[in-house]
């Protein structure tokens, strides 16, 4: 009971128990390894698997309600030729009692005669790291509601949260659309997001840290040299390491008022001075324009 939470050899994220399989995967690179039987940060032989997975879940259920037929909707449960749409027709035609999923579930699906829906640890969608979090969260809670309340029987919804309050959780359970775009808005405008930027992400990758440290340090500086404070940057993303190149972010507000073309020019001449410098030969740099 120590915590340890087993990483992958080449990237920087956990690795995810898969109980198919038995064994441990990267969902980035593909490395898999076997589960684990002697914690290898403590030594303990009482290993146990944590986490709330659409596996560990199915699990508990079977354990609360051994008589009555569940299934799982995912990348593994669906890998099969016809696997979505059996799983899905099973469920329409009643042959499926409850029905576990991912993201995917909420989105485009239209079933009769559904009565209740559980979202499970809603603080992961509104904690993420990422300006669109709140949105997005509206947007899927929004939908999952839509899924129980298409018929004339209404259904319930129960949304799992450690943040009540949060205003986003209000706005769902209000069906407050507009209070949740006018408080999104305003925030975006503020701190100068989409829509009055465009968005522009440069990723330096590189195998050794240090080398990665300086060149995204200098190339930071040449585009803040072009663009000023509407440069943030260099830092870390959520997963700093993939296949063993690690990696930057830099991120510009470019103001959506230039031409795009400007831009691309200074962009060009950015990394042509960048990429003349002898010590950064072997940087890798991608660039991902408006993303979102």
Same mark, same amino acid.
């Given at each position: 009971?120590?915590?340890?939470?087993?990483?992958?050899?080449?990237?920087?994220?956990?690795?995810?128990?898969?109980?198919?399989?038995?064994?441990?995967?990267?969902?980035?690179?593909?490395?898999? &390894?076997?589960?684990? #039987? @002697?914690? *290898?940060?403590?030594?303990?032989?009482?290993?146990? &698997?944590?986490? %709330?997975?659409?596996?560990?879940?199915?699990?508990?259920?079977?354990?609360?309600?051994?008589?009555?037929?569940?299934?799982?909707?995912?990348?593994?449960?669906?890998?099969?030729?016809?696997?979505?749409?059996?799983?899905?027709?099973?469920?329409?035609?009643?042959?499926?009692?409850? $029905?576990?999923?991912?993201?995917?579930?909420?989105?485009?699906?239209?079933?009769?005669? +559904?009565? $209740? @829906?559980?979202?499970?640890?809603?603080?992961? $969608?509104?904690?993420?790291?990422?300006?669109?979090?709140?949105?997005?969260? %509206?947007? $899927?809670?929004?939908?999952?509601? !839509? =899924?129980? !309340? =298409?018929?004339?029987?209404?259904?319930?919804?129960?949304?799992?949260?450690?943040?009540?309050?949060?205003? @986003?959780?209000? &706005? /769902?359970? #209000?069906?407050?659309?507009?209070?949740?775009?006018?408080?999104?808005?305003?925030?975006?405008?503020?701190?100068?997001?989409?829509?009055?930027?465009?968005?522009?992400?440069?990723?330096?990758?590189?195998?050794?840290?240090?080398?990665?440290?300086?060149?995204?340090?200098? +190339?930071?500086?040449?585009?803040?040299?072009?663009?000023?404070?509407? /440069?943030?940057? *260099?830092?870390? *993303?959520? @997963?700093? =390491?993939?296949?063993?190149?690690?990696?930057?972010?830099?991120?510009?507000?470019?103001?959506?008022?230039?031409?795009?073309?400007?831009?691309?020019?200074?962009?060009?001449?950015?990394?042509?001075? %960048?990429?003349?410098?002898?010590?950064?030969?072997?940087?890798?740099?991608?660039?991902? /324009?408006? *993303?979102?």
């Amino acid at each position: 009971t120590c915590g340890y939470t087993p990483k992958c050899v080449n990237c920087d994220v956990s690795l995810t128990y898969h109980k198919s399989s038995g064994k441990l995967h990267c969902h980035y690179c593909g490395f898999q &390894q076997s589960s684990v #039987n @002697i914690c *290898p940060a403590c030594g303990s032989v009482h290993v146990e &698997q944590k986490g %709330f997975g659409t596996e560990r879940i199915e699990e508990e259920l079977k354990l609360l309600y051994p008589d009555i037929t569940i299934a799982r909707l995912d990348m593994d449960s669906t890998r099969t030729k016809n696997g979505l749409q059996q799983i899905l027709t099973d469920f329409q035609e009643k042959k499926t009692d409850i $029905l576990i999923g991912t993201q995917m579930v909420a989105k485009g699906l239209d079933f009769d005669n +559904l009565n $209740l @829906i559980g979202v499970i640890n809603a603080d992961t $969608l509104l904690g993420y790291p990422d300006f669109r979090a709140y949105e997005r969260s %509206f947007q $899927l809670l929004a939908q999952v509601a !839509g =899924r129980a !309340g =298409r018929r004339a029987d209404q259904g319930n919804v129960c949304i799992q949260t450690y943040d009540a309050d949060n205003r @986003i959780i209000k &706005q /769902v359970v #209000n069906n407050d659309y507009e209070g949740m775009y006018n408080d999104e808005i305003a925030e975006r405008e503020k701190f100068l997001y989409p829509p009055f930027s465009r968005m522009i992400f440069l990723y330096v990758k590189n195998k050794d840290s240090h080398i990665l440290d300086h060149a995204a340090l200098t +190339l930071a500086n040449i585009l803040k040299a072009k663009f000023g404070k509407r /440069v943030l940057g *260099p830092e870390q *993303p959520l @997963i700093s =390491r993939v296949r063993n190149l690690y990696i930057k972010q830099i991120i510009i507000k470019a103001d959506k008022h230039t031409a795009i073309q400007k831009v691309k020019d200074a962009l060009r001449e950015t990394l042509t001075q %960048f990429n003349a410098t002898k010590d950064f030969k072997g940087v890798f740099t991608q660039i991902d /324009v408006d *993303p979102y």
